[in-house]
């Protein structure tokens, strides 16, 4: 049941059966959420650290307007709120973007960890940091990169992300957000959400069917679809022409994007930029 959290820690470093006897221990009960459903109240004082097992999930502010603005997306394997293990009171909420199945981890038994593992220690201290590492990228993109720029990494992340958790399909991922959604968490309005959507459809960088959007790519000049069982699902597909198409975009070139609207062939590659290269721990002193 935690294989997705073992498969995440274990990028960085190899994780020993004792210490996933550990990590087995620390879990006291599970629970499902719903869609909408907050997993995490903002203001709360849990005594417990939330671990995704399966579904999206993300935090999330909320303005005195009204407006709400999600500061990261949350995948299988993911501690939603290790930090709260330190940090006591939470400062934002954590909803349920898709149904959920969650497992808790007991303050008092990581708090064990710490004093008796400390291999595991920093491996969970390193996965945070990663998160920190993430949650910059998403600082740099929402104030300097294109909103073309922006979707583009982010779905570049969130490939890598749940490939390292085992939930691709080959080179697809199903992404169960809908336009509204996406245009909290890039803080666009829906309209202009929809028009960068359109944007990264012109250049077949994305195809995206309703509002659940999917992503693929593969080398070379063949063309990819993967067999998704949905058809609500989309897929990116994937040509030599297309690299230098969405490199231009990458960059954030705006001469350069209206030409290649205009020239860019109907197939596109995608480079999958974030978490390439996991860090590894250092061996202690």
Known sequence: ???????????????SDAEKALLA?????????????????????PAYSTLILDGLAARYKV??????????????????????????????GIVAMSPCHVMFADHSRLRAITEEAPHLTRLLWLDTLVDGAIHREWIVAMGRRSKTSHLAHLLCELFVRLQVVQRTNGMSFHLPLSQAELADVLGLSVVHMNRVIGALRKVGVVNWDGDNPGLAQAPGNR?????????????????????????????????RRAALRRRAAPE???????????????PLW
């Not at 049941?1 to 994780?15: F, G, I, K, V, W």
Request: charged share 25%; hydrophobic share 40%.
């Open 223 to 255: 063309r990819v679809r993967s067999d998704l069982s949905q058809p609500d699902e989309g897929a990116a597909v994937a040509s030599q022409q297309g690299r230098k198409a969405l490199r231009h975009i990458l960059r954030g070139n705006p001469r």
């Open 25 to 45: 221990e620390a879990m006291t009960f599970e629970r499902h959420f719903a869609v909408g459903q907050d997993i995490v109240a903002s203001g709360a004082r």
């Open 1 to 15: 049941m935690l294989e997705s959290l073992y498969l995440n820690l274990a990028q960085h470093d190899a994780l």
């Open 63 to 92: 303005l005195e307007s009204g407006g709400r603005q999600f500061t990261s997306l949350q995948v299988p394997g993911d501690f939603v709120d290790l930090h709260a293990f330190l940090l006591k009171t939470m400062d934002h």
């Open 268 to 282: 596109t590659f995608i480079e999958f930029l974030f978490l390439s290269h996991p860090p590894r721990l250092e």
